[in-house]
């Protein structure tokens, strides 16, 4: 199972999802997988992985890392452990997101970025390989385009902090069923040995 194959199937999950018009307990939003919690979202992609493939995805859950309490958001046994954010440039109610970007870009270890969440996953004990997943929402068409916070991701990780990122696999999902989170990319990164070559980039379509 290589990460191409996961980032398609994290996609599947969240189409299969999203047709169901989820939301979430607790929260007046409209329905849809756009909105939900990232707590939420990984909770229910996992159960949706679960039917999708009951023998490849069976075990799919949050973990511990090894001696630590840290959470990580899922561990695929004997295959892979994920780190999952979320990218919604827009708000529920169509307003820009003024801050979307400091999950994903912040390069200090010890918060809650996709960068800090590589550092952590690189210094683990998993014996498993690592990943860090972003789900992208955007409208469709796009008002706003993702590309330039994730080439900063890895123009970070390759060229500030040394951290090792694979060739950048994505999935295009949709459409979805949220008037502002209408579509998806869900994007993947393997994270490797510092000195690895540059991500390239391949995308496949969902819908």
């Not at 047709?19 to 756009?34: C, D, L």
């Not at 090894?66 to 004997?78: E, F």
């Not at 040394?162 to 869900?186: D, F, K, T």
Request: proline share 9%.
């Amino acid at each position: 199972m290589e990460i191409q194959d996961v980032v398609q199937d994290i996609g599947r999950a969240i189409y299969r999802l999203d047709a169901t018009h989820p939301i979430e307990k607790g929260r007046s939003f409209q329905p849809g997988a756009g909105p939900l919690t990232e707590r939420e979202l990984v909770a229910r992609i996992c159960r949706e992985l679960v039917k999708m493939s009951d023998r490849e995805y069976r075990d799919a859950a949050p973990c511990r890392y090894p001696g630590s309490r840290k959470i990580c958001d899922v561990r695929i046994p004997t295959r892979w452990v994920l780190e999952v954010k979320i990218a919604r440039p827009f708000g529920d109610n169509g307003k820009p997101a003024e801050h979307w970007c400091d999950n994903l870009l912040y390069p200090y270890p010890g918060n809650s970025s996709v960068l800090a969440d590589g550092m952590k996953l690189a210094q683990s004990r998993f014996s498993e390989r690592r990943g860090l997943l972003v789900v992208g929402y955007t409208h469709n068409p796009p008002l706003l385009s993702l590309e330039p916070a994730l080439r900063s991701v890895e123009a970070i990780a390759a060229h500030v902090i040394g951290l090792g990122l694979g060739p950048r696999r994505q999935a295009h999902v949709g459409p979805l069923v949220h008037p502002v989170h209408a579509s998806a990319v869900v994007t993947g990164w393997e994270v490797l040995a510092s000195g690895d070559p540059s991500p390239r980039s391949i995308s496949d379509v969902i819908s």
